[in-house]
């Protein structure tokens, strides 16, 4: 069983830069890949980044702008968004699979946060 808990969003500027994070608990987090969705209203959820041991993975539509990282030793994911734009406004959540099954699914996905806000303004 893993537990993830966002932390870091909040109301920031077009243009403007958050980090979220992501912590899990349990002794195995160095072996689940961890992924990135966000949901705005009225909009099905979205797969924005992936991370399976050193590898990542990007939604077009945040690449370039998006950094997904871990740090094991602390069991913490992390989302750097830079050059943020209105239409990320989202609820972000994170998530774990293990092992790993389908990247960019949301279904594939066994472990889900409570979400973190994200507001930018114009």
């Known amino acids: 069983q893993v537990q993830l808990v966002e932390s870091g969003g909040g109301l920031v500027q077009a243009g403007g830069s958050l980090r979220l994070s992501c912590a899990a608990s349990?002794?195995?987090?160095?072996?689940?890949?961890m992924g990135w969705f966000r949901q705005a209203p009225g909009k099905e959820r979205e797969f924005l980044s992936a991370i399976a041991w050193s590898s990542t993975y990007y939604a077009d539509s945040v690449k370039g702008r998006f950094t997904i990282s871990r740090d094991n030793a602390k069991n913490t994911m992390y989302l750097q968004m830079n050059s943020l734009k209105p239409e990320d406004t989202a609820v972000y959540y994170c998530?774990?699979?293990?092992?790993?099954?389908?990247?960019?699914?949301?279904?594939?996905?066994?472990?889900w946060g409570q979400g973190t806000q994200v507001t930018v303004s114009s």
């Open positions: 349990g002794r195995t987090f160095s072996t689940y890949t």
């Open positions: 998530a774990a699979q293990s092992p790993l099954y389908a990247l960019r699914s949301e279904a594939a996905y066994d472990y």
